[in-house]
């Protein structure tokens, strides 16, 4: 580890069932050391442990949650007294949807934690009660809800592996409104303000991805005065997140089905922050296909 890189310090916390084993296990496997159900009040001691030893560490993980019974109610003060000390941390959050959750609750046939003689519904507004705050301040988030533990492995592969972690690491998700804003968008844009190229019979077959509809999406009238308008207004909220030391961050494209306009406007938005030295840019299609 370099002399002047400071430990890296991830905390991995969320909604129970959303697949903290599964993001442990494939910390594991990137060579993160991990530490699962630790008790919020040892975050600072591990933390010193960690900056202090003569051979750091350079990436430590631990996941947290409402297994801690009392202790868990004291996070986000521990967290903020972490935050003080020489460690890069950062908090991943877990997210997943009710239906997501209680099928995969059921189908190992436990019960949440939390819900008491209720049900596991109400175990989970529960837990979502309690976490607000914490998923509020979180670094970054992932909705497992339609991930198998392969493909939230495989994310979590992309998001950590890498040594380049220094650099804010940009999401360019495109997405279709009718299916639901994203819920671990921190930015949302909306291409439904240019022509549908679903409603013309040659292009409706094809996709964003595809040369011909991108080449109608980009040369309507407004596209190009939006991309340059929208990423001159992305400079200031990147640079500001560097600054604040957050590392993540997903813009999401929105139109109506996710499959045309979103699609060749989020590829442009993403080949144009590649340009830059200290961004990291990935892509994602939500939900091309679906149609």
């Known amino acids: 580890m370099d002399a002047d890189r400071k430990p890296q310090l991830l905390i991995v916390t969320g909604m129970s069932g959303a697949g903290r084993s599964t993001v442990g296990n494939a910390l594991e496997d990137l060579g993160w050391y991990v530490v699962d159900n630790l008790p919020p009040q040892m975050l600072g001691p ?144 909306d291409a439904r303000f240019l022509p549908n190229p679903f409603w013309n019979e040659d292009l409706r077959p094809f996709t964003g991805e595809d040369q011909s509809v991108s080449d109608f999406v980009l040369s309507q009238d407004g596209a190009a005065e939006f991309l340059e308008n929208y990423l001159a207004a992305l400079k200031p909220v990147l640079n500001g997140y560097m600054k604040e030391n957050k590392r993540y961050a997903t813009i999401a494209v929105g139109c109506t089905g996710g499959k045309h306009r979103s699609v060749a406007i989020a590829k442009k938005i993403a080949a144009a922050l590649s340009d830059q030295s200290e961004i990291s840019v990935s892509i994602k299609h939500r939900d091309l296909g679906k149609e």
């Open 46 to 189: 591990v933390a010193d442990l960690f900056r202090l030893a003569k051979a750091p560490l350079p990436k430590l993980a631990v996941v947290i949650d409402v297994r801690g019974g009392e202790f868990f109610a004291d996070l986000q003060e521990n967290l903020n007294s972490v935050r003080s000390r020489s460690v890069e941390q950062t908090l991943l959050f877990l997210e997943a949807t009710d239906s997501a959750l209680v099928k995969r609750f059921e189908s190992v046939r436990r019960p949440h934690p939390l819900q008491g003689n209720g049900t596991i519904l109400d175990g989970i507004a529960e837990e979502r009660r309690r976490l607000l705050g914490l998923r509020e301040s979180a670094d970054v988030i992932i909705d497992t809800s339609d991930l198998n533990v392969h493909q939230l492995a495989t994310k979590i592969q992309e998001s950590f592996a890498f040594e380049g972690r220094r650099k804010l690491q940009i999401t360019v998700m495109s997405f279709g409104f009718k299916y639901g804003l994203p819920t671990d968008a921190d930015l949302v844009a």
